[in-house]
């Protein structure tokens, strides 16, 4: 059925070696049949390259201990903090969900709504404390501009300056990292008059 040509390859059809191939040849071959010189080095230069090549492998070896740390502290804060965009996401949520228990309080509402949505908040409390997430308490403690995010400042004669009088929204940690700061109201003393 098929018929299979024979390559005819005779020696006069072969290509012959051209001047190039030829050159690269005989100098492949000089250099295999004289064998490289051997570098003698005097004691003072040995030990010069020996105490070199210890000092490049001792820091490679520190280069590599610093690396592997470095990784390992990667890692793990990677997955200590892995939930934080989700966390970002999440909080509006539960911000709205104490809202709308405290308006319902304030309504003095009660009954199956108020209890399902109070043991849900506590329920989401739970799961975000469990995962590594705390509250941020800000009210009547001292302003930390670290944690808190002052949204103006009032005066206040009952409280010390400084101190932070109301919280307007709650603030947030992820294993001892903020995820939002409290936005807060600051107290500062009261404007004195102008005579004295």
Known sequence: MFSRKKSSTSPETAAAPTALEKKLSEQAAAEAASPPAAKSLTL????????????????????????????TREKEDASKYAIQTF???????????????????????????????????????????????????????????????AISQQESSDVAEGTVLKQFQKGYKLNGRLVRAARVVVARAPAQPAGN
């Open 44 to 71: 003072a230069e040995a030990t010069a390259e020996l105490a070199e090549t210890r000092n490049r492998l001792l820091r490679l070896a520190a280069d590599f201990e610093n690396f592997r740390r470095r990784s």
């Open 87 to 149: 966390l970002e996401k999440l909080l509006p949520v539960l911000d709205n969900l104490e809202m709308a228990q405290k308006a319902a309080t304030d309504a003095g509402a009660s009954g199956a709504l108020h209890d399902g949505v109070g043991m849900i908040l506590g329920q989401l409390h739970g799961v975000l404390r469990e995962a590594g997430v705390e509250e941020i308490h800000a009210a009547g403690g001292p302003f930390d501009p670290a944690l808190h995010e």
